[in-house]
């Protein structure tokens, strides 16, 4: 069973948000690897070109059989897809998970942007997450790597209401959910709690030994 699993945080985040799921992976015997991204004043692009040079210098590394997992939190998800679909070391790469990712954007993040502009100028990586900038990565599925989704609708976070549908507080359900994925799940908890949950570190535990999530 493959052990190491590297973590990726979200937009204005640094790899500390990842340290209580970084901890209960440790628990249940993982090896947690949370990387930092310019995720905040950088277009997604530039955050994924940092992961990918990050995770070159990883594999590298890595035995001749080892392999690692990924799993990012909201915007990480679009670093992970966003890497998958362009390494050239896919073969290295055991199963990933996207918890609460916009993999269709985000409607808070088209809403400052047409009414914040100059918000968005600044915070370039959430210009990124508009629905109309997530569809221009072109991001494309590798079938090599199975991706499973954690996806939360306990919509009880401040600009809630300016969500249509149902949503985690920051995020569309529709949204976070993965056509490719082999597998999901929707849990009662918000954007900005449910990676930091001990039954998010179990139910990653259990799609990275057996592909599925138990419902």
């Not at 990012?72 to 290295?92: A, C, E, M, W």
């Not at 916009?102 to 997450?129: R, V, W």
């Amino acid at each position: 069973m493959y052990k190491k699993v590297i973590l990726v945080h979200g937009f204005f985040k640094t790899n500390r948000d990842m340290m209580d799921l970084k901890k209960n992976l440790e628990k249940l015997g993982y090896q947690g690897i949370a990387l930092n991204l310019p995720l905040t004043f950088h277009e997604i692009q530039y955050g994924a070109k940092c992961f990918e040079n990050k995770m070159d210098k990883i594999l590298n590394n890595l035995s001749k059989e080892e392999k690692v997992s990924l799993v990012g939190h909201s915007t990480g998800g679009l670093i992970i897809r966003t890497f998958l679909s362009n390494t050239k070391q896919i073969n290295k790469i055991h199963r990933a998970i996207l918890i609460s990712t916009p993999n269709e954007g985000c409607q808070l993040a088209e809403l400052a942007d047409k009414k914040f502009p100059m918000m968005t100028s600044i915070f370039k990586t959430l210009k990124t997450l508009t629905p109309e900038n997530v569809e221009k990565l072109n991001i494309n599925h590798r079938k090599e790597v199975e991706i499973g989704v954690i996806a939360g609708n306990k919509s009880d976070l401040l600009l809630r209401k300016l969500i249509k549908g149902e949503n985690d507080g920051r995020v569309e359900l529709y949204s976070t959910q993965y056509a490719n994925s082999i597998d999901s799940i929707v849990l009662p908890l918000n954007h900005n709690e449910i990676h930091h949950q001990f039954l998010v570190a179990q139910l990653i535990d259990e799609f990275l030994r057996t592909g599925k999530f138990s419902k």
